[in-house]
C-alpha cells in the first residue's frame, strides 16, 4: 500500500465492532420489521408484497432501505449505552448500508455480532464529495468485539478510486474475528491511533488487479497480534506504517498480493519510526513479493528489532526485500539525502521458489542496513524461471550484517558486508530518542480526541 492512503472495509467491521458495546441484544432485523409494519398495507395496495425485516439475502436487485440504516443507528446507540451489550446482525437477511459513523465513547464490553450480510450502496454518483471520504467510520470505542459467520463487502470496483471509505480510529482492546470481507474499497481493514488489537481467522479477498486493496493496514497502532487468517488482495495482504510498535503476526497464507510490507515509510520528509515487529508461520503463493521493508528517500526515524522467520514462499517474485529508495515511479525515483535508518532485522528459516529475484536489498549510500541477519534462507528458481536461463542472483547493498548455512543460492554467503565494516562507515540514527517518544505517544489511546 502507498503511505498510508486507504479505503477500507475494516474501518466498517471496527466500526461496526463499536456497537458491541453494552446492549442485552439489539437485532437490528427486529428494529426494522417492527417500523416496516407502518407501511405493511401501503405496498399490498400498489400490488407488492413486503417481507418483514431486513432484505433477504436471496437475489433480488439493491436498494436501500433507510428503515435498515436508521435500525443500525439506533442499535448503536442503545448498545452504547449499557455495558456488555450486543448488536445483532441476524443470518439470513443483507443490509445495504449508506455512508454512516458510529463512535464512542461507550460502556465497555460491546459485541457486534454480524452473521448477516452487510453491503456498500451499489452507486456513488449520487453521494456529495464528504460522503465518499468514509463508508463507514468507527471511533473511540473500548473492550470491542466484532465476530459471527458473517458476509462484508464492499463493492470495491465502485470505490477503488476514492480513498478513506471506511475508518476505524482511536480505540482500545478491538477483537475481530471469525467474519469474511470480501470486495473492498481500498483496505479490507484498518487500524489507526488504536492499541491492543487482536485479528484472529478472518478471511479477506478482494480481486488480484484491485488497486490499493490492502488486506490489514496498521498505523499509528500498537500491541497488534494478526493471527490464523487468509487474505488474497491487490496490494499488501498486511501493511505496517508509521508508529506501529509490538506487533505480532503469524499463521497467516497470503496471495495474490504484494506480500507483508513495513512501509512505505518517510514519505516527502516525514518521520516514521516502527519496532519490534515479528512476522513468523506464514504461507505465501503468487506474491509479488514475500516480506519486506520500504522506505522513501528524504525521510527521517527507523526501523529497529524485526523478526521474519519460518516462512514458506510458492513462485513469489521477490521473497525478501529492502528497498531505501521506494517510490511510486520505480524508473524516476527522487535522489534525497536522509532514509529512515534499517537496524536488527533477521530472516530466518525462510524456504521456497522464487520467480524474480531471490534477495534484493537495495539500502541507502548515506545511512546503511545494519545488523541484518540471513539464517537458514533456502530458496530456488521456480521450474518456468529455471528453464528460460533468467536465474537472478541474491543482491545485497549496502546491507551489513551475517548469514548462517544452510543457504541457497550460494551468492547469499557473500551478499552481507560484515559488521565490522559498520564503524568504517560511521552509520549513525540521530533520531533513535525522537522514535522512542512517538512510539511511547503511539501506545497511549485518547477516546475523547476530537480528530475527525
Same mark, same amino acid.
Given at each position: ?27 437490528? /432485523? ?14 399490498? &395496495? ?13 437475489? @433480488? ?15 448503536? &446507540? ?22 454512516? =459513523? ?27 464529495? @464528504? ?13 470491542? *468485539?466484532?465476530?459471527?459467520? +458473517? ?11 476514492? $480513498? ?38 478472518? $478471511? ?17 497502532? *500498537? ?20 508508529? %506501529? ?34 512476522? /513468523? ?5 503468487? =506474491? ?21 522467520? #519460518?516462512?514458506?514462499? #510458492? ?12 517510490? &511510486? ?7 534525497? *539525502?536522509? =532514509?529512515?535508518?534499517? @537496524? ?8 521456497? =521458489?522464487?520467480? +524474480? ?5 537495495? %539500502?541507502?549510500? /548515506? ?81 475523547? #480526541?476530537?480528530?475527525?
Amino acid at each position: 500500500m502507498k503511505g498510508s492512503k486507504c479505503l477500507s472495509i475494516p474501518y466498517l467491521i471496527v466500526f461496526l465492532a463499536s456497537l458491541h458495546i453494552s446492549f442485552s441484544v439489539v437485532s437490528i /432485523e427486529a428494529w426494522s420489521s417492527s417500523h416496516r409494519n407502518n407501511y405493511h398495507h401501503q405496498k399490498h &395496495e400498489n400490488g407488492r408484497s413486503w417481507h418483514h425485516g431486513p432484505t433477504p439475502v436471496a437475489p @433480488s436487485p439493491p436498494s436501500y432501505d433507510s428503515n435498515t440504516f436508521n435500525a443500525l443507528i439506533k442499535a448503536w &446507540e442503545a448498545a452504547c449505552e449499557v455495558e456488555g451489550g450486543t448488536v445483532e446482525i441476524p443470518a439470513g437477511y443483507t443490509f445495504f448500508i449508506r455512508p454512516l =459513523t458510529l463512535q464512542g465513547p461507550c460502556m465497555p464490553g460491546l459485541l457486534l455480532k454480524i452473521d448477516g450480510t452487510i453491503v456498500a450502496p451499489p452507486e456513488i454518483s449520487s453521494w456529495s464529495e @464528504s460522503e465518499l471520504l468514509e463508508w463507514i467510520n468507527i471511533k473511540w470505542v473500548q473492550n470491542f *468485539t466484532i465476530q459471527g459467520n +458473517g458476509l462484508i463487502d464492499g463493492r470495491g470496483s465502485e470505490w477503488w478510486d476514492f $480513498s478513506k471509505a471506511l475508518r476505524f480510529y482511536s480505540s482500545l482492546d478491538v477483537t475481530v474475528r471469525d467474519i469474511r470481507i470480501v470486495n473492498s474499497p481500498q483496505c479490507h481493514l484498518k487500524f489507526d491511533s488504536s492499541a491492543r488489537v487482536k485479528v484472529l481467522n478472518v $478471511s479477506l479477498y478482494s480481486p488480484e488487479d484491485s488497486p490499493n486493496t490492502d488486506g490489514i493496514h496498521l498505523q499509528e497502532t *500498537t500491541d497488534v497480534e494478526i493471527s490464523h487468517s487468509t487474505i488474497a488482495c491487490g496490494d499488501d495482504c498486511i501493511s505496517i506504517q508509521t508508529g %506501529c510498535s509490538n506487533v505480532h503476526v503469524h499463521h497467516i497464507t497470503c496471495g495474490p498480493g504484494h506480500g507483508i510490507s513495513l512501509g512505505g515509510l518517510g514519505r516527502n520528509g516525514s518521520f516514521a519510526c516502527v519496532s519490534d515487529i515479528v512476522v /513468523e508461520n506464514i504461507r505465501m503463493h503468487a =506474491t509479488q513479493f514475500g516480506v519486506r521493508i520500504k522506505t522513501w528517500q528524504g525521510g527521517k526515524g527507523s526501523v529497529k528489532n524485526v523478526s521474519f522467520s #519460518s516462512i514458506r514462499v #510458492s513462485n513469489v517474485k521477490v521473497p525478501l526485500d529492502i528497498n531505501q529508495y521506494y517510490c &511510486e515511479n520505480h524508473n524516476n525515483c527522487e535522489n534525497l *539525502t536522509g =532514509t529512515v535508518a534499517i @537496524s536488527n532485522i533477521e530472516f530466518s528459516r525462510i524456504w521456497g =521458489t522464487y520467480s +524474480g529475484q531471490p534477495i534484493l536489498f537495495t %539500502c541507502s549510500d /548515506e545511512v546503511p542496513c545494519v545488523n541484518v541477519n540471513l539464517v537458514d534462507v533456502q530458496l530456488k528458481p521456480t521450474m518456468s524461471h529455471n528453464r528460460g536461463g533468467r536465474i537472478h542472483q541474491a543482491l545485497c547493498q549496502n546491507s551489513y550484517g551475517k548469514t548462517e548455512s544452510p543457504l541457497m543460492p550460494s551468492s547469499i554467503h557473500h551478499c552481507l558486508r560484515g559488521m565490522s565494516g559498520v564503524a568504517e562507515v560511521g552509520v549513525q540514527n540521530p533520531h533513535e530518542e525522537l522514535c522512542q517518544y512517538q512510539l511511547g505517544r503511539s501506545s497511549s489511546v485518547d477516546l475523547t #480526541s476530537s480528530v475527525p
